[in-house]
């Protein structure tokens, strides 16, 4: 059993994960309309992530008894076309991302709710994961100059990730 400000809290989180979804399927349309095919598919991939995040909460919720409550989704908010500022965008997004799960720890150690403390450390840990992977694409943006040609490769190189998480959500469980 969560308490009713955990739950609370945790519905706000998938809404946030959901919205991470939505952001890189949007991000994903910008670069595939641009002829960013491989960047497109990483943004895809992206996007399946982030709604295993908000599944595993949402099965969470529902293991400990505490209701789900779907909120509505914002528009994805990014102007960027290019695609140093795009992953720029990805990294700050991440950025807030992490802050928010990490408010979510916070309030699992006051409230010593240790199951969820327990489930948020996936989080904390997958974080840092999110965070070094748009890292290494800046980086790599910067050394290969921006340059046309260094665009083409990397479009190339981020087309090859493959899914990481289950492809159905029926496979996605909350604590395990
Ligand atoms: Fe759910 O980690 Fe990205 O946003």
Do not use: C
């Amino acid at each position: 059993m969560v308490s009713k400000k955990m739950s609370d809290r945790i519905n706000e989180q998938i809404n946030k994960e959901m919205y991470s979804a939505y952001l890189y399927l949007a991000m994903s349309a910008r670069m595939g309309e641009a002829g960013y095919r491989g960047i497109a598919s990483w943004l895809t991939i992206q996007y399946h992530e982030e709604m295993f995040h908000a599944m595993k909460f949402y099965h969470y919720l529902q293991d400990q008894g505490s209701s789900v409550q779907l909120k509505a989704i914002a528009q994805p908010d990014f102007k960027e076309t290019a695609i140093k500022e795009l992953f720029q965008h990805v990294l700050e997004h991440e950025k807030a991302v992490t802050r928010s799960i990490h408010e979510i720890m916070a309030l699992a150690l006051e409230e010593k709710d240790f199951a969820t403390v327990t489930l948020d450390q996936w989080y904390v840990n997958e974080q840092v994961e999110e965070e070094k992977n748009a890292m290494e694409i800046l980086q790599a943006i910067e050394l290969l100059g921006n340059s046309p040609q260094g665009l083409f490769m990397l479009n190339i190189e981020l087309g090859k990730r493959s899914l990481g998480v289950p492809s159905s959500f029926l496979e996605i469980k909350g604590g395990d």
